[in-house]
């Protein structure tokens, strides 16, 4: 069992029934990124999930609904180098971002839609999940 699901296995989060509708190809076709293995993971086993982890809570949003949440928040528009995949409830999403040297990390940023208010909250999906688990808040 991968890290992030003891995690959410612990807080018992139901488990997706079939697969997603949308494929991950369709996704990173659009954002012209490879989504990081353990999001994929993560999607394929999950569906939306709305709680707390430690501290904080955390919305992550179905992947089915991955490009419409997009494109409603205008996150491609602009933030080319970005996918949201969450929120948190106060205002800013959880997404992940591709840096300019093509590594990936999980950001919190204000709905804003402003690269430079971007808060890293994670070096990988995985990590963000530990850090939340640990008790880690958002602006810490």
Avoid: C
Wanted: glycine fraction near 6%; charged fraction near 30%.
């Amino acid at each position: 069992m991968e890290r992030f699901e003891e995690i959410l296995t612990k807080y018992k989060f139901a488990k997706r029934i079939g697969k997603p509708r949308i494929t991950f190809e369709e996704v990173e076709e659009i954002i012209n990124f490879k989504l990081p293995d353990d999001y994929k993971a993560y999607a394929l086993k999950y569906p939306e999930i709305e709680d707390f982890i430690g501290m904080e809570y955390i919305r992550l949003w179905d992947f089915d609904e991955i490009i419409e949440m997009n494109t409603d928040l205008e996150i491609f528009r602009y933030l080319p180098n970005t996918v949201g995949i969450g929120g948190n409830g106060n205002g800013e999403f959880i997404a992940i971002e591709q840096l300019h040297s093509r590594s990936l990390r999980i950001i919190l940023s204000p709905l804003l839609i402003e690269e430079e208010a971007h808060i890293e909250v994670g070096t990988s999906f995985t990590n963000f999940l530990e850090r939340l688990e640990d008790g880690k808040e958002w602006f810490t």
